[in-house]
């Protein structure tokens, strides 16, 4: 039996000794002292919001022999969160706590680690007996190089690292043979990540540099680019010189995909979107904003134009495609020949309405006898790409329901 318990009831003691509880959350509540503890079938514990110490911790442990999902949400008042003695435990989260300066996990058969860390608060912290660890996310974490790549060579098993806004980070290694999913976000300091993951499927960046610079990414399915250098204000296109070099590594890089297994790329800058099918010759705009998706073979244009429609709700939409292509055809009856009152949604409330009821017009652009004197046209009419270049301009109703997009996901996941 699950039990979820919000803020404002003073959780009765009665509660910690039902042993046909399976899940338990607990948010917001006053807690007791927890010591007549008896929740022996208990698998699943989430503390949120609310005042715990070492003592409490350890009851909960003792009492729950069978805990395989431990997690701590914004918890205040504990400062070593240690666990051990629970053999069937897969997975640990610790999200904010304030006052936390040392973690300590002998869990042999955890499989996910999620620890999120006060903005630059310093923290010891011991997973090296975690052996079996799948998936390890660390955000905010004043982790140092030499710390890292200790504590990564525990993990053999590793299938999934996530890195947030870890700070001291500069200069890294990432070898593991079974990695499949990483993720380097907002580490602002990280000059070098040498990356040899043979078998890396997905890769995800956030930034304002190209730390990953060895990485080979023919192997592949899925990645997402995203680069915002600080200090730049809004994008614009830029043709100073210097950023040359720069871009030449970024196309480089690009080029390196197996586009042949049906890679989709999106290049994506403000409002403005470009989706390449089957990229060949891929020429990048030189802005400061730069977005770029590559997709995995298994989404279909239809979805990925939905998605894009639905997420993003572009000012123009442009496609570079072969002449046997049937994604300008695709386009065109998205945006061109859509119902002007579609029924898709009728039984949906007026707020949760899809883009075809917030598309308010559509414009194909000409780019070879076209007035515009848009930066983002100029750089499409300057492109030397020997595809079918099609561009559609876009206006949306007012909505003050606008999606702000599946922030924190993968696409299509």
């Not at 994008?235 to 042949?260: C, I, K, V």
């Not at 065109?332 to 949604?345: A, F, M, N, V, Y």
Request: proline share 4%; net charge positive.
């Amino acid at each position: 039996m699950p039990l979820d318990l919000r803020k404002g009831y003073s959780l009765p003691q009665c509660v910690f000794a039902a042993r046909t509880i399976t899940a338990l959350r607990v948010n917001g509540c006053k807690l007791g002292p927890c010591n007549d503890l008896n929740l022996s079938n208990l698998q699943k514990l989430c503390l949120g919001k609310l005042r715990v110490n070492e003592q409490m911790i350890e009851n909960l442990i003792r009492a729950c022999p069978l805990l395989e999902d431990f997690r701590l949400i914004y918890a205040t008042g504990l400062k070593v969160f240690k666990v051990s003695n629970l053999p069937k435990l897969k997975r640990s989260d610790l999200h904010t706590c304030s006052e936390l300066k040392e973690v300590n996990l002998q869990a042999p058969n955890l499989e996910t680690f999620w620890y999120v860390v006060v903005k630059y608060r310093s923290y010891k912290i011991d997973l090296s007996t975690c052996n079996a660890l799948k998936s390890l996310t660390l955000e905010d974490a004043t982790l140092k190089d030499e710390s890292f790549q200790n504590h990564l060579s525990c993990f053999p098993a590793l299938e999934k690292l996530v890195l947030s806004k870890c700070n001291f980070l500069k200069n890294i290694t990432i070898s593991s043979y079974k990695l499949k999913t990483l993720i380097l976000r907002e580490c602002k300091q990280l000059e070098e990540a040498d990356i040899i993951s043979p078998n890396l499927r997905s890769f995800e960046y956030k930034g304002e540099k190209m730390p990953f610079i060895s990485l080979n990414p023919s192997s592949l399915k899925e990645a997402k680019l995203y680069f915002k250098p600080s200090g730049q204000g809004e994008p614009r296109l830029s043709n100073e010189d210097n950023h040359t070099p720069w871009f030449a590594r970024l196309q480089g890089f690009l080029d390196m995909f197996d586009y042949s297994r049906g890679l989709k790329l999106v290049v994506r800058s403000d409002k403005n979107i470009v989706i390449y099918e089957r990229p060949k010759g891929i020429f990048l705009p030189q802005v400061y904003d730069l977005k770029l998706d590559v997709v995995k073979s298994s989404v279909n244009l239809e979805d990925l134009l939905d998605y894009i429609l639905r997420t993003w709700r572009p000012l123009t939409l442009s496609s570079l495609s072969t002449s046997r292509s049937r994604l300008p055809k695709l386009v065109c009856k998205k945006l061109i020949t859509r119902e002007k009152d579609p029924s898709c949604c009728t039984y949906n409330a007026s707020g949760n309405k899809c883009w075809r009821h917030l598309l308010d017009n559509v414009e194909t652009e000409n780019l070879v006898n076209g007035k515009s004197k848009s930066e983002w046209i100029a750089w499409l009419r300057s492109s030397k790409s020997k595809f079918k270049i099609n561009c559609f301009r876009l206006s949306w109703k007012h909505s003050k329901h606008v999606s702000q997009g599946l922030k924190g996901r993968l696409m299509f996941d």
